[in-house]
């Protein structure tokens, strides 16, 4: 199954959820531009806080639905968080997994696109996403149900700490930037809210990687 954000985070969730349930052996890949890219650039539950968008010209308010973390609670479900550009072994990898895991598999893969508004152009879209992977903006991970049966924690961060400002990250994109000169007292409040999110984020998932 292949399909964007606005299906697998929106409209499309609830039989998403219905078949990964299931148990059956499916392998899923979400192409998350975080926006609905092919109707207008509308917010989605995939928007980030603090990203422009059409009925979020202020800023959306709320950080992203956590789509990866909802289905790990099931236990029996692959899945992976991956972005090409940032590291693309780990990408390989994920999908070599999902393939071979007898089971639902999901893949949500960080893909930037024109309704960004890439300060760097689009033709530097792999380097915007180890950009976004370096501040904490998107995390990459794996969650392999099968690693339990080795005495391993079946989460595996592949991300490491963040090297790069978070704000500074979002100043590369116009959907982000914008927002300081529209509504400079919501960018203030959004950028940092989202900043002290992707922290927290990190941390519940490095926490996770030792505790499982």
Known sequence: MFGGD?????????????????????NVLVVDTEIYSNTGGQSSKATQIGAVAQFAAAG???PKKDLGAMLMTYGNVYVASVAMGADNAQLIKAIKEAQSYKGPSIIIAYAPCQSHGLKC???????????AVDAGYWTLYR?????????????????KAPT???EEFLDGEVRFASLRRTFPENAEQLFA????????????????????
């Open 6 to 26: 606005g299906w697998a985070y929106d409209i499309g969730f609830g039989g998403l959820d219905h078949v990964v349930a299931g148990g059956e052996d499916v």
């Open 164 to 166: 790069m400002p978070y």
């Open 60 to 62: 959306k308010s709320r």
């Open 193 to 212: 809210e989202g900043a002290e999110y992707a922290r927290e984020h990190y941390e519940e998932l490095a926490k996770k990687a030792n505790a499982d």
């Open 121 to 131: 152009g689009m033709a530097k879209v792999q380097d915007e996403m180890k950009r």
């Open 143 to 159: 969650y392999d149900p099968r690693r339990r049966e080795q005495g391993l924690a079946p989460f595996v961060l592949d991300s």
